[in-house]
């Protein structure tokens, strides 16, 4: 059972436009969601969170939306640049029951082309 | 500043054999988790600790066994090694509970093939 879904496996787009990636979720407990970069080789790094009591947060190009009432957020990443193309992680957690444990979707990997 | 670092990078296996991947933080991190990464699928928690002496099953603990004796080392043992349990390892670890605020550090991983 697949708590937490990225239902886009790829996404490209040009450098200095708009990245738009999704994650949804079914687990209504979800409280706390994350996002998480990888390179090729690499660890995933951490990039950006959001608590269920905000619908925004933003840090620098980077921007987070919740929508708990879809069970969907989103990462906004204006502009794009080709050093942005990476796999992307969204994850979840319970903290308040369950918070030493994450669920990660399976991953958008994001290509900007130049 | 290191980080996590794990050890091996690669490794293959025969099945039935056993080994195990290290993974040490000089973050002085109370927690420390175990992910295996599939194909096209996302992380899967396999141990996790929230402090020296205290291990807990994730989501996929089969086939393996933790250990946490200090703070900074978290090996995960495989034994009777499986084609199943080919993956990409990935140990993590976070000041405080994850989620919470405490975002996860990963190491760079470990590749395993078992034949």
């Known amino acids: 059972d697949q708590q937490v879904k990225q239902n886009s496996p790829s996404l490209s787009v040009q450098e200095g436009r708009i990245s738009i990636l999704n994650c949804d979720y079914t687990n209504s407990m979800f409280d706390y969601f994350l996002w998480y970069k990888k390179y090729p080789a690499e660890g995933p790094t951490f990039l950006i969170s959001i608590s269920s009591i905000k619908d925004k947060n933003e840090d620098g190009r980077f921007t987070v939306f919740l929508n708990k009432s879809a069970k969907h957020l989103s990462l906004h990443i204006v502009p794009s640049q080709p050093g942005d193309s990476a796999v992307y992680f969204c994850a979840a957690s319970a903290w308040r029951s369950s918070g030493d444990k994450l669920t990660f979707g399976t991953g958008t990997r994001l290509a900007v082309r130049p | 500043n290191a980080g996590v670092t794990q050890t091996p990078k690669f490794r293959i296996l025969k099945i039935g054999q056993s080994m195990t991947l290290q993974c040490t933080q000089d973050m002085n991190h109370n927690y420390m988790y175990w992910y295996r990464q599939d194909p096209g699928m996302g992380l899967k928690l396999i141990y996790y600790s929230v402090g020296a002496g205290i291990t807990d099953k994730g989501e996929v603990p089969n086939g393996y066994n933790v250990s946490r004796s200090t703070t900074e080392d978290f090996p995960l043992r495989l034994e009777l090694a499986a084609p199943s349990q080919t993956s990409v390892y990935f140990c993590?670890?976070?000041?405080?509970?994850?989620?919470?605020?405490?975002?996860?550090?990963f190491g760079e991983g470990s590749r395993l093939t078992v034949l």
């Open positions: 993590a670890s976070s000041y405080s509970r994850a989620g919470a605020a405490g975002e996860l550090f």
